[in-house]
């Protein structure tokens, strides 16, 4: 591997909530394997309709819980000698022992489910979330669309793919939009959430309007997009991308609209946003991750974004 090529490998995990699954995915008494943030899991929904993660390899002899495991209640039991774990990581039923060992239990992940998706909290230290997962009211307004939803997988840093979001020159190159650079960013929660407005004036299918596109950042997993200034009507983006490893990403995509713009804007919207990503493929999966890129003075997002995002990463990592 060549030296330039091994800088894909400096970045390490950060640390944050992300998406491991859409919630329509994962029905009662479902179990699926997921191998995200380099480790090996197991994400299960339990009869009552709890969405659990736990780590993948069973406390006994270390069969993976997801091939061949199943929900019994509120437990999964591992496929190999049937030790039934809860949603805590935790064994609370040995079938032909009735002694349970203090050790036999496994790792339990932090889920919270909401705005149509499973999110896990992941610490390089183990540390419980400092932040919450946003509530994203548009995705349960009546007067919004039923979401559509878009997934891929990149061979990138997931830093590399948030850094998109500061980076209005990259608008102008590969997406042909003309260059409207963030007017004003702004941060809350300690820092970590981050706004950047950019206003224009945009044609619209009810009219020319000043709009403003608002950027919404929580940690380096979670971006909503939201088109505002269209009067009585607006366009809503939603997404997370999660580190499969230090050089693998998966994201997830909620799109919609409100109802009003739905048979003239819907559709261009989503194909729109989608067609974009798939430009900023070519350049993410191909480029290599610089940790001491090589600025200019017209750079000041770039450095921007990148002081942002150090806090995201534990100094162990
Ligand atoms: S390996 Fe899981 S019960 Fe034995
Ligand atoms: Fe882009």
């Known amino acids: 591997m060549n030296e330039e090529r091994n800088q894909h490998s400096e970045l390490p995990i950060p640390n944050g909530w992300f998406a491991v699954a859409f919630s329509k995915e994962l029905a009662d008494g479902e179990?699926?394997?997921?191998?995200?943030?380099?480790?090996?899991?197991?994400?299960?929904?339990?009869?009552?309709?709890?969405?659990?993660?736990?780590d993948a390899y069973c406390a006994h002899l270390g069969a993976h819980l997801a091939e061949g495991g199943r929900?019994?209640?509120?437990?999964?039991?591992?496929?190999?000698?049937?030790?039934?774990?809860?949603?805590?990581?935790?064994?609370?039923?040995?079938?032909?022992?009735?002694?349970?060992?203090?050790?036999?239990?496994v790792r339990c992940w932090d889920v919270v489910e909401r705005d149509r998706m499973i999110f896990v909290w992941r610490h390089a230290e183990g540390k419980p979330p400092a932040w919450q997962v946003p509530?994203?009211?548009?995705?349960?307004?009546?007067?919004?669309?039923e979401p559509r939803t878009y997934e891929l997988k990149v061979e990138v840093h997931m830093q590399d793919m948030a850094e998109n979001n500061c980076d209005p020159i990259h608008f102008q190159f590969v997406h042909g939009m003309p260059d409207?650079?963030?007017?004003?960013?702004?941060?809350?929660?300690?820092?970590?959430?981050?706004?950047?407005?950019?206003?224009?004036?945009?044609?619209?299918?009810?009219?020319?309007?000043?709009?403003?596109?608002?950027?919404?950042?929580?940690?380096?997993?979670?971006t909503s997009v939201r088109t505002k200034g269209i009067p009585n009507a607006g366009l809503l983006?939603?997404?997370?991308?999660?580190?499969?490893?230090?050089?693998?990403s998966h994201s997830r995509w909620l799109f919609t609209v409100t109802k009003n713009l739905a048979d003239v804007a819907g559709e261009e919207f989503i194909a729109g946003m989608s067609q974009g990503v798939l430009s900023d493929m070519r350049i993410w999966k191909n480029k290599i991750h610089r940790t001491h890129p090589v600025l200019c003075k017209g750079d000041s997002y770039?450095?921007?974004?990148?002081?942002?995002?150090?806090?995201?990463?534990?100094?162990?990592?």
Not at 240 to 247: A, N, R, W
Not at 302 to 317: D, M, N, P, T, V
Request: charge should be negative; proline fraction near 6%.
């Open 135 to 145: 509530i994203l009211p548009e995705l349960e307004d009546p007067d919004w669309t």
């Open 31 to 54: 179990v699926k394997r997921i191998r995200y943030f380099d480790e090996e899991l197991v994400l299960f929904r339990t009869r009552s309709g709890q969405a659990k993660v736990l």
């Open 180 to 222: 409207v650079p963030p007017s004003e960013i702004s941060y809350a929660d300690n820092g970590r959430f981050m706004r950047i407005i950019s206003r224009s004036k945009q044609e619209t299918p009810l009219g020319a309007f000043d709009t403003e596109l608002e950027r919404d950042s929580w940690g380096l997993g979670l």
């Open 302 to 317: 770039l450095i921007e974004f990148r002081r942002w995002a150090k806090q995201f990463y534990s100094e162990s990592a």
């Open 237 to 248: 983006m939603f997404s997370s991308t999660t580190p499969i490893d230090s050089g693998h």
């Open 71 to 105: 929900v019994i209640g509120e437990t999964i039991r591992c496929p190999f000698h049937g030790w039934q774990y809860d949603g805590d990581g935790q064994c609370t039923r040995i079938p032909y022992c009735e002694d349970i060992p203090a050790k036999a239990r």
